[in-house]
């Protein structure tokens, strides 16, 4: 979602235009480490946190805390939608440039 905002907030001059280019390099990031394309062009992001949040109740179940512990603990998984929805809006701010 960062790269996301950076692209489309440098594009509009709602931040410095320098901050394209930062989001540009995190979107390359995101093709190297997260994105695969297999044989029949099918995109798989790999490793999104499956869920995460903040509360809930500590005595009746694991409480959201929003520490790093808690974060770096969460499940991940293949193409959660949370993952695919800021791709597809950061891919498209990129088809634009």
């Given at each position: 979602?960062?790269?996301?905002?950076?692209?489309?907030?440098?594009?509009?001059?709602?931040?410095?235009?320098?901050?394209?280019?930062?989001?540009?390099?995190?979107?390359?990031?995101?093709?190297?480490?997260?994105?695969e394309?297999?044989?029949?062009?099918?995109?798989?992001?790999?490793?999104?946190?499956?869920?995460?949040?903040?509360?809930?109740?500590?005595?009746?179940?694991?409480y959201?805390?929003?520490?790093?512990?808690?974060?770096?603990?969460?499940?991940?998984?293949?193409?959660?939608?949370?993952?695919?929805?800021p791709?597809?809006?950061?891919?498209?701010?990129?088809?634009?440039r």
């Open positions: 979602m960062f790269t996301f905002v950076l692209l489309k907030s440098s594009r509009l001059g709602y931040i410095d235009a320098k901050y394209g280019e930062i989001g540009r390099r995190a979107y390359n990031g995101l093709l190297k480490e997260f994105i394309v297999d044989k029949d062009n099918l995109v798989t992001i790999h490793r999104a946190v499956q869920v995460v949040g903040l509360g809930g109740d500590p005595e009746k179940e694991r959201r805390d929003g520490t790093y512990e808690y974060y770096v603990t969460e499940k991940v998984r293949d193409n959660d939608p949370k993952a695919i929805g791709f597809i809006f950061a891919s498209m701010e990129m088809e634009g």
